[in-house]
């Protein structure tokens, strides 16, 4: 990768900081504000707030197909159009059902320019698999910043201004975010889809794959459980605390440290060297976040409760680069579509999971809600060490190191 392609990364990732701080972010500093402004209920809020998120899961396999036929930079372009005008709606509008349509806007802004987007930029300009893991670990660490940067900041915005001002930062913020790819991102990882495209020999192999959908479906299980326990610590890790007789602010300080949990793994990977085993970007993973639900749910004290959202973090953090790794080297050139399969039940997960996880806290305890979630992980670990062993040519076979995504080379022979 060139001097510029490894300047774009780090650009493409501070895009991605900001688009998450804005449309995924925004909603726990706005839902209050956005609640008065147009006089409904929070219930509502919450609603229009999933349906963004669903939206965004129900086009994600659309997205995908529109990347690998090399739409890439319109549809980003589009999402940004989409969450801008979504954002403004929010700022301008009094009506209820307009809060719906600007959750709405926000959602399809959300599906077009975020982590799936930015792993599809990646895969198509950079061939070499210790570089592009790096790449993707260079994006989710700036991704990562997201909600320690912009909750802060919107949150200032609204107590020190209104709610319409700081949708309007938003909205110019996102703008921003885009002009930074078109001019700093797109032209450093061009897209190089010969590297991508399978040879003959490679979708002959493909095509006798025993069961493609299957491995789909193992996917989606997967990071979809990761997704759910995540929503479902998110939702009751607070309240759980709060009902033991613990300060609501050290109970949401104990939870700030999910997201920054999620960095030292991703930062690891950013040493260069040899790939590191399989098993680190999948088994592993699932084995912490199962035992941090577990610690979490179970402490007590505040310093284990810590301890175990910090754990269950780090297994998130990797978890995160699994899956488009996984997926580019069982698919290939499809690798978008099928990213998107998999992010469309991640995506339906992360929008009824706290609904959900609240109702279901009304008539259980939020500790075995946890429990269960931990045993769900544990159960999975057998699906997740297969996946981790994507078909691959013969010699490499149970050598415990994650395959070479790339198609073979074409000869040049005379």
Not at 232 to 245: D, E, K, Q
Not at 247 to 272: D, I, K, S, T
Not at 360 to 383: E, M
Request: with cysteine; aromatic share 8%; charged share 10%.
């Amino acid at each position: 990768m060139s001097r510029s392609g490894g300047m774009a990364v780090w650009w493409l990732g501070l895009a991605q900081c900001v688009a998450w701080g804005v449309l995924y972010y925004g909603f726990p500093v706005w839902q209050l504000p956005l609640q008065a402004q147009f006089g409904v209920s929070m219930a509502w809020v919450a609603a229009a707030y999933s349906a963004a998120l669903l939206v965004a899961a129900l086009v994600a396999p659309r997205v995908g197909r529109g990347f690998d036929s090399g739409h890439g930079a319109a549809l980003f372009r589009a999402g940004l159009l989409a969450g801008v005008c979504g954002l403004l709606v929010l700022a301008v509008s009094r009506q209820p059902a307009a809060l719906l349509l600007g959750w709405v806007g926000v959602g399809t802004g959300m599906a077009l320019t975020l982590y799936e987007t930015a792993f599809a930029l990646v895969h198509r300009a950079i061939a070499d698999p210790g570089l592009r893991l790096r790449g993707l670990a260079a994006v989710t660490v700036m991704g990562g910043l997201a909600s320690t940067v912009f909750l802060p900041l919107l949150g200032s915005l609204v107590e020190h201004a209104d709610l319409r001002t700081s949708l309007l930062a938003g909205a110019v913020a996102v703008l921003a975010a885009g002009w930074l790819v078109e001019r700093k991102v797109l032209p450093g990882l061009p897209a190089v889809p010969d590297r991508l495209a399978p040879s003959p020999s490679q979708s002959q192999s493909q095509s006798q794959s025993p069961r493609p959908g299957g491995s789909i479906v193992a996917l989606a299980t997967v990071f979809t459980s990761g997704t759910v326990a995540a929503m479902a610590l998110i939702t009751l890790f607070v309240p759980m605390l709060v009902s033991r007789g613990i300060e609501l602010a050290q109970a949401a300080l104990v939870l700030a440290a999910f997201g920054v949990a999620q960095l030292p793994g991703r930062m690891w990977l950013l040493r260069g060297g040899r790939l590191p085993s399989v098993a680190v970007l999948t088994v592993w993973p699932m084995v912490m976040q199962a035992a941090g639900l577990a610690a979490a749910a179970f402490a007590d004290s505040m310093a284990l409760a810590g301890l175990g959202v910090a754990l269950f973090g780090l297994g998130a953090g990797l978890h995160t680069l699994a899956r488009p790794w996984l997926v580019q080297a069982r698919f290939g050139a499809d690798a978008g579509y099928r990213n998107g399969q998999v992010a469309l039940g991640q995506g339906i997960g992360r929008a009824l999971t706290p609904v959900v996880a609240a109702l279901a806290g009304v008539w259980l305890d939020p500790r075995w809600i946890l429990l269960g979630l931990a045993l769900v992980l544990v159960s999975l670990l057998p699906v997740a060490r297969r996946l981790s062993m994507p078909p691959m040519a013969p010699a490499n076979r149970g050598q415990g190191r994650l395959p070479d995504p790339r198609p073979p080379e074409p000869s040049t022979g005379h």
